[in-house]
């Protein structure tokens, strides 16, 4: 399956239709990684692109930086997966 939900760190490079590449960390901690395009849209995301603006401004070139440890990261991602995944239960029958 070619879902980024699957695949959160990209080895290869390429980025899944409906993802999108970030990075975590600074500095030497710095991580690739690939989520769908729907965390844009979650708040606790959303706080974290506001806390990557307040760190780097707007103006960040390429590839968006989040400026957090990738094991809080990680730990967030935890959190807006189980929101999309009760979310998306919600409306099967």
């Known amino acids: 399956m070619g879902s980024c939900h699957l695949h959160w760190s990209c080895q290869n490079g390429k980025v899944p239709k409906g993802c999108l590449a970030i990075k975590v960390g600074q500095g030497e ?7 769908p395009v729907m965390y844009l849209n979650h708040p606790l995301f959303m706080q974290l692109l506001k806390e990557a603006e307040e760190e780097y401004g707007f103006d960040q070139k390429g590839t968006i930086t989040i400026p957090c440890h990738v094991a809080d990261f990680r730990y967030v991602q935890g959190l807006i997966d189980r929101d999309h995944h009760r979310h998306v239960c919600c409306f099967r029958v």
């Open 29 to 35: 901690e710095q991580q690739r990684f690939v989520v």
